[in-house]
């Protein structure tokens, strides 16, 4: 299911991790990575070198808490364009993945993903 995900991505330049993690970014910012290890139920350090790789994409930058003491991340002008040209690519693999399994199973399939 990942590959039909970064499949329709690609056309974006970037994969269905990528686009998760510039999402939550996008409803947070600007957010600490702590909060956004936290929102996206990664350790901080994965979160901190996926943001990495999300700023040489140019497509989030960093700045610092208002107290200073801990790094913050934003989307970028890049990184919100990428996010909208990306929203109908996302909703484009998703109805196919509903078509696919039908109704009734892509509930279930919600339902459980949201259960873990």
């Not at 993690?21 to 901190?48: F, H, K, M």
């Not at 109908?88 to 693999?93: G, N, Q, S, T, Y």
Request: a neutral charge; hydrophobic letters at 45%; glycine letters at 8%.
């Amino acid at each position: 299911m990942t590959a039909l995900y970064d499949d329709a991505l690609a056309p974006i330049g970037v994969n269905l991790a990528q686009f998760s993690l510039l999402r939550n970014i996008s409803w947070q910012q600007p957010v600490s990575l702590t909060d956004l290890a936290r929102v996206v139920e990664l350790d901080r350090s994965t979160v901190g070198r996926n943001v990495k790789v999300l700023a040489r994409m140019g497509l989030t930058a960093a700045g610092v808490q208002d107290d200073g003491r801990e790094a913050t991340v934003v989307l970028t002008k890049k990184g919100r364009t990428v996010l909208n040209e990306g929203a109908p690519l996302w909703d484009a693999a998703q109805a196919r993945v509903e078509g696919a399994v039908g109704g009734t199973t892509s509930k279930v399939l919600h339902d459980l993903l949201a259960a873990l």
